[in-house]
Structure formats: structure tokens, C-alpha cells
């Protein structure tokens, strides 16, 4: 990772309060998951359902960028690779976070949402891994 | 060793008149057995140390209730209104007693009932070879064995069959915090919590937009106070339940009818199957999600890893995209002037010119891009073995729902029947089951309604703190009150580090409490195999046996979970620091004939160098038991139990 990347990933206060019930709801799907972990999960789901949604007020630093692993960077540096064409965005850790924070705020909101509501959410989630996948 | 050298009783409940009970031990014979049927009086052997003690009766039975402290054989000549008194003395020390405690009592006689009373306790103490009296004996119990830890010494073996059943992780929980004295810290906690709410409340004095959000904060705090509650309500409803279910589960268990019994047995052993199908789907679930969380963003990301991976084949294509060579490689060989096969690198050699060159072009590379050409490949397929993992797991999810169906339709159908017997001259089975079937009902809509309570108590105190947050960012815009603030912050600071000085202390003592579980444990079961025990962070207990690295908490037999019990039991009464003798009615409870004998075996070493008295029936004290501990048995004694009174008989 290089001096192009911002420190923390921010999100704003509402979308911080969202990741919060997820992870420490008892009813939860994801309620032993880190919130990085929710993070970048948001943000593919986000990417796979085309909902990349703009940001408002980041005001909160939900975690430090460094504390995610290869597989995990390497899942949102494609995703910004795919939506510039452009290989050459790897260099640039502030498109990057700016990428799959706008795509982890919509993917956040539809899990929420999904959460919610009536759906069986591990049903559902665990299904389309299995669907999406080439098995 | 302190040890209990002798009860003393006069006419406590069935034992009418003077009864003395001598428990002195000897060197290396540290055991007392008192041996009694049921109903002949152990109980209450039990009953008159706590009642000495700390003026409550550890035993408890409907009977008991309605029977008086003073023995009927002594009340049955008194008219309504008249009184009969009696006492119980218990005598502490080593060889000599220095502590003996005293509780009188006193039963009135009214018209068709009694009127219990107790009298202070008192206590005589050796000090200068004579006997003062102490003024303040709670001090001095306490000293010895504090209210909150006599549980763990003076405690009733049957009623731990069930201590690792539903619900166990708040009797753990609490039996750690009762030994972790940390009763000063909580109460330092809560004063700190009100001087805080008292602050803030200070806070909400001043005028305009903090003074509205103080109020919306009162508001939320009463309505989670009501909350609070309203679940402490439900939950004694439930426990009430429970024991009402528990109840005529005894008196189901007790028709002579063989096929009630059977259906009964059969009805108890698919619950528990189904319990134990349901705790195998939800840690299939959790390992499905735990795949789910590494592996779920690769796989939603496929089109974007697969399109990266196809621009850098491009790019290598291309030769833009140099194979992946380390450029501190190309420059060690540099430096060294030789390459690792033996031939030499000169300096302005053609050789060093292409490896220069080489070094200059990859660093125009993005090391990212180098590195994408190995690892997406990888990610990729990390994916899809993980989806793969995910599909089979979701097939033993799916197995485990179609068993747990069929098991739920059985135990339907078993209910049903048992509900439609009728077996004359014996316990009404039909009414019985139908009841325990309701109160069933009830218990899990109990359950439902509690766990519906708990979360709005969460949420509640998410407003909370979303409230005071906002309140104190408005405090903040108006520059106004930064004294306020600031000891807001104080508090809160000093109410975090209490926290964590309190979690700390309890983490320490639940690791200690699980080395401790698993010495207990394996010294006292009967099988040779190691077992592992782990206490979890949320007072969980996991057991894994050397063959398997499945949760067998679930699928103990009575007698395992019997012994788990008594290792919890001796494990918080070492931590707790009191070196007290130990007293347990029915140790061996509903353990069948072959483990107990084996139990029996390794009790004598359950707590080396402690007094232990042990209130037996006569199926658990059987001539092979007998055998087993006689070595180490210093006193025995046998409960005669004739007309209403008991004798206490010497062996």
C-alpha cells in the first residue's frame, strides 16, 4: 500500500450506526464479523448490485486501511480497476477508497435494508455466493 | 484445616429433643458420611447450617414450606398461642473449636398453623482459653464464609443435575462474579454511573437546545428503566415455569405404569436430540458465515478480479508488464559483479547494461500492477473453493432441518399419546402432560417476549447514547460550560478504566476457573480419556473430547453433567479463598449404578486437605461406594427416621 492511500476508511455517521447494529446484533447475520470485514463485504455485494451511491459527510473512521488483508485490497483495487478500465488506478489509493467506500455505502444500505426486513438474509447471501461463483 | 467439629440441634423440625452430630476428623480421613433415605432428614442437616448460618435454608421443598422451624412432635401439645423454642449451634476450628455459632428459634402455634421466628445470631469465640462473646458474629462469618460463596461449599448435589442446563451461562456468570469480590468495584461503578447522570443533568440546566436533549434522555433512560423491569418480571415467570415443568416431569417420571415411563423417556431423549440437531445447524451456520466473511467479497467481486486480471495479461502481453522480478535482485547482482551462475557481471559490460536497464523499467512498473498478475488469480480462486465449501455446508444445514422436522413431528405424536392415557389408580398422566405441554408453550413465549425486551433495551440505549453525544456537541457549539464538559469526560474516563479493571479481573478468574474446571473434571470422571474444557468470553462452557472437536456440552449424560457441576462448584470455591469445609447433600444425585461407583472413587481427592461431608441416600451410599471411599471416611453415621422424629446413629 502506498503514500496514496488516505489513512482510515470513513463513512458517514448514519452509514457507522448501521455497520454498529450489524455487528453487535444478536439477530445479526454478521454479528461476529469485524466492521472492516462488513466493509469491504458492502462494498462487492454494493459493486455485484450496482449501487454506487455518492457520499455525505464521512464523519466517522469506521477502520485504518492497513488492517486489511491482501485478498481484501486486491477485491477493492479490482473494483476500481473495472470502473476506470484503467490498470493504472492501482497507484492511486485515494480513487480506490473513494471507489469502494461509494460502493460499500450502497452495498451497507441494501444489507441493512435486507436486515430488516423479512428475508433470511444468511439464505439468502450464503445463496448467491453459490450462484454467483464458478462451482 | 477449619472443620465443621460439630452440630449441635434441638428440636429442629424432626430432630425432636437433643441431637448432636460429631464431625472432627482425622489425619488423612477428611470425610464425613451421613446416610439417610429419603425423607429421613439430610436436607435439613444441610437446612440447619445455613439457617445457623446466615438465617436461610439452602434446601427447599413444598413441604418444607408449611412446616415449622420446631419439631411437630414438640408442638402437637400446644394450644393456639403458646410458643416452643429450640436452637442450633454449629461448632468451626481445627481439633478445638474456636467459633461456635448459635440461632435460636421459636414456632407459635395458631389457630390451624405456625409462626416462625429467628433470633440473631451469636457467636461464642476461644480467645485466652475461654469462650467470649462476640459482638458482632457477621463480621467474623464473613471471614470465614462469606453469604455470596457458601454455595459453592454448603450446597445440594441433586439441584446441580440441572446447573448445566438451559440457561447455565448466567449461573456461571454469576457463580464468577460472587467469587471475584469485585462488590466494591460494581458499587464503585454505579455511584460513578449517577454522579455522571447527575452531571449531565447539570448540563441539561442550562437553557436552549442541551436542556431539550436532557429531557429526551430522561424520557428514553425511564422507558428502559420500565423495560428493565418488565424483564426481570418475565424472567422469574419463567423460572417459575421452569420449576412448575420440572415438577411434573418428577411425577410423570414417578408412574408404576411401564408405558407412561417409556413415553416419557422417549419424549425427554428427542428434546434433548433436538436440542442437540439444533446447536449442530447453528455452528454449521456460523462456520458457513465465518467462510462467508473471507470469501463472500471475492466472489460478489468476480467480474471486476477477472477483468483486472485479463488488463494485466494485456499489459504483459504487451511487454509493458515485465515478469515478476524482484529489483533488489537485479541490483545484488549488480553490486556483486557476478551472476548466481558463476559468470561475471563488468562493469560497462553489455550485461550490466540490460540488467540496468531492466531495473529502470520496472521501476516505471506500479508494483501493484506486478503483483495483481499472482494474487488475483489466487483470489479468484479462493472464491470459488470457498462457494464450494459454502454449497456443502448448506446441504448439512438443509439435512439438519429435515431431522430436526421428523424429531419435532415424533415428539408431537409421543405427547399426543401420552396425553390420551388414562391408566386407573395411578397419577393423572392425561392432566399432566397436558399441563407440561402448556406451561412449555408458555416458557417459549416467555422466552420470545424477553428476548424481544432485551432488544428494545438496546436500542433504547443506542438513543441514548446517540443523545448525549448530540447533546454534547451542542454544549460544545455554544462554548458555554466547558467546566461541565470536562467533568463529564472525567467521569466517563474514569467509569471506562473501572470497566476494564473489572473485566480484567473477571477474564483473569475465567481463565483460572477453566484451568481449575479441567483439573476437577478429569480427576473425578470416570473415563480415562482427557477432556478438554473451555470457558468462553461470554461464560460459555465448551467440552471437546480427545476424538472429536464437536461441542459436547449438549450431549452429556446425567452423571457428566453431574460431574462438570461439581468441578465448577470446586473450582470457584478454590478461587474464592476461603479454605471452609464443604457440605453437599445427595453428591452422586440421579448418577446410574456403574459411574457412580467410579465417582465415588475419585471423590475422596475432589478438594484434598478440606472437611467434606457428604448427605447420602441410601442408593448412592451402596456397599460399593462404601468400599470405594471407606479409607478416607472419618465419621459415619445413619439417619433413623421413626414416628415424625429422626435418630442419628453412629456406625
Redesign the interface.
Known amino acids: 500500500m502506498n503514500d496514496s492511500w488516505p489513512r482510515d476508511a470513513r463513512v458517514s455517521d448514519d452509514d457507522r450506526t448501521k455497520y454498529t447494529e450489524l455487528t453487535e446484533s444478536g439477530d445479526s447475520p454478521f454479528e461476529t464479523w469485524e466492521r472492516n470485514e462488513l466493509f469491504v463485504f458492502a462494498a462487492a455485494y454494493g459493486y455485484d448490485q450496482g449501487l454506487k451511491t455518492e457520499l455525505e459527510a464521512t464523519n466517522h473512521a469506521l477502520f485504518n486501511w492497513d488492517s486489511l488483508t491482501d485478498s481484501q485490497l486486491w477485491v477493492l483495487k479490482s473494483i476500481a480497476v473495472e470502473e476506470s478500465a484503467d490498470p493504472d488506478v492501482l497507484d492511486e489509493g485515494g480513487e480506490i477508497d473513494q471507489v469502494a467506500r461509494e460502493y460499500a455505502n450502497g452495498g451497507i444500505n441494501r444489507l441493512y435494508q435486507k436486515y430488516t426486513g423479512t428475508d433470511d438474509l444468511f439464505a439468502k447471501l450464503t445463496e448467491d455466493a453459490i450462484t454467483i461463483a464458478d462451482i | 484445616m477449619t472443620e465443621i467439629l460439630k452440630i449441635e440441634m434441638q428440636n429442629y423440625r424432626q430432630y425432636h429433643g437433643e441431637t448432636t452430630i460429631d464431625l472432627n476428623t482425622d489425619r488423612g480421613r477428611t470425610i464425613n458420611i451421613i446416610e439417610g433415605q429419603n425423607g429421613a432428614g439430610k436436607s435439613n442437616i444441610l437446612n440447619a447450617v445455613t439457617l445457623c448460618f446466615y438465617e436461610q435454608e439452602t434446601h427447599q421443598s413444598e413441604d418444607l414450606d408449611t412446616l415449622p422451624y420446631v419439631s411437630e412432635s414438640v408442638l402437637e401439645d400446644l394450644d393456639p398461642g403458646e410458643k416452643a423454642t429450640g436452637y442450633i449451634e454449629v461448632h468451626l476450628g481445627e481439633k478445638e473449636p474456636r467459633y461456635i455459632f448459635r440461632r435460636e428459634f421459636e414456632t407459635y402455634v395458631t389457630p390451624g398453623d405456625y409462626n416462625d421466628q429467628t433470633k440473631d445470631l451469636k457467636l461464642r469465640m476461644l480467645k485466652n482459653d475461654q469462650y467470649e462473646l462476640v459482638q458482632s458474629p457477621l463480621t467474623t462469618l464473613n471471614g470465614l464464609l462469606p453469604a455470596e460463596v457458601k454455595d459453592y461449599f454448603i450446597f445440594d448435589g441433586e439441584a446441580l443435575t440441572e446447573f448445566f442446563e438451559e440457561g447455565f451461562k448466567q449461573r456461571v456468570r454469576d457463580g464468577i462474579i460472587d467469587v471475584s469480590h469485585i462488590g466494591v468495584l460494581n458499587d464503585s461503578i454505579d455511584h460513578l454511573d449517577t454522579v455522571r447522570g447527575e452531571i449531565q443533568r447539570k448540563a441539561g440546566n442550562i437553557q436552549g437546545e442541551p436542556a431539550k436533549i436532557q429531557e429526551e434522555i430522561d424520557e428514553v433512560e425511564a422507558e428502559i428503566e420500565q423495560l428493565e423491569d418488565r424483564v426481570a418480571e418475565l424472567e422469574e415467570q419463567r423460572d417459575e415455569t421452569q420449576s412448575q415443568i420440572d415438577t411434573i416431569e418428577t411425577k410423570l417420571r414417578g408412574a408404576s405404569d411401564a408405558e407412561v415411563q417409556e413415553l416419557v423417556e422417549t419424549k425427554d431423549s428427542l428434546k434433548q436430540d433436538i436440542k442437540d440437531l439444533k446447536q449442530e445447524r447453528d455452528d454449521l451456520?456460523?462456520k458457513?458465515?465465518?467462510k462467508?466473511?473471507?470469501?463472500?467479497?471475492?466472489?460478489?467481486?468476480?467480474?471486476?478480479?477477472e477483468?483486472?486480471e485479463q488488463?494485466?495479461d494485456e499489459?504483459s502481453e504487451k511487454g509493458q508488464l515485465p515478469p515478476k522480478v524482484q529489483d533488489w535482485f537485479i541490483e545484488e547482482l549488480i553490486e556483486d559483479g557476478e551472476c548466481f551462475c558463476g559468470r561475471p557481471i563488468e562493469a560497462g559490460s553489455d550485461v550490466e547494461d540490460h540488467l540496468q536497464e531492466l531495473r529502470n523499467s520496472m521501476s516505471d512498473v506500479?508494483t501493484?500492477?506486478l503483483e495483481?498478475k499472482s494474487?488475483?488469480p489466487?483470489?479468484i480462486r479462493?472464491?470459488?473453493d470457498?462457494?464450494?465449501e459454502?454449497?456443502d455446508?448448506?446441504r448439512r444445514i438443509s439435512d439438519k432441518d429435515t431431522k430436526i422436522r421428523d424429531k419435532e413431528q415424533s415428539l408431537k405424536e409421543k405427547k399426543e399419546k401420552l396425553r390420551g392415557i388414562d391408566v386407573p389408580d395411578d397419577i393423572d398422566v392425561s392432566e399432566l402432560a397436558t399441563q407440561q405441554d402448556d406451561l412449555e408453550d408458555q416458557k417459549e413465549e416467555l422466552n420470545i417476549k424477553i428476548?424481544q425486551k432485551q432488544?428494545q433495551i438496546?436500542n433504547k440505549q443506542?438513543e441514548v447514547n446517540?443523545l448525549e453525544e448530540r447533546q454534547k456537541e451542542e454544549l460544545r457549539k455554544k462554548g458555554r460550560s466547558t467546566e461541565i464538559l470536562q467533568q463529564v469526560s472525567f467521569a466517563e474516563t474514569a467509569l471506562e478504566e473501572m470497566r476494564g479493571i473489572r473485566e480484567e479481573i473477571l477474564t483473569r478468574i475465567r481463565r483460572e476457573t477453566e484451568q481449575n474446571m479441567n483439573y476437577y473434571f478429569n480427576d473425578l470422571i470416570w473415563k480415562e480419556d482427557e477432556y478438554e474444557i473451555h470457558l468462553a468470553d461470554d461464560y460459555g462452557v465448551e467440552i471437546q473430547s480427545p476424538d472429536s472437536t464437536d461441542n459436547r456440552i449438549g450431549s452429556l449424560s446425567a452423571g457428566e453433567k453431574q460431574v462438570l457441576a461439581l468441578s465448577f462448584m470446586a473450582a470457584l470455591s478454590d478461587i474464592s479463598g476461603f479454605s471452609a469445609p464443604v457440605l453437599i447433600d445427595t453428591p452422586l444425585g440421579r448418577i446410574s449404578s456403574k459411574p457412580k461407583e467410579r465417582i465415588a472413587q475419585n471423590l475422596p481427592d475432589y478438594l484434598e486437605d478440606t472437611q467434606m461431608t457428604f448427605l447420602m441416600t441410601d442408593e448412592e451410599y451402596t456397599d460399593e461406594v462404601q468400599g470405594q471411599m471407606q479409607h478416607r471416611v472419618a465419621n459415619e453415621y445413619q439417619l433413623v427416621y421413626s414416628d415424625g422424629k429422626t435418630k442419628v446413629v453412629p456406625q
Open positions: 451456520r456460523q458457513a458465515l465465518n462467508l466473511i473471507r470469501v463472500g467479497p471475492a466472489v460478489y467481486a468476480t467480474r471486476a478480479l477483468f483486472t488488463q494485466l499489459l506500479s501493484d500492477q495483481g494474487e488475483i489466487r483470489v479462493e472464491g470459488n470457498g462457494a464450494e459454502i454449497r455446508l448448506r428476548g432488544n438496546d443506542d446517540r
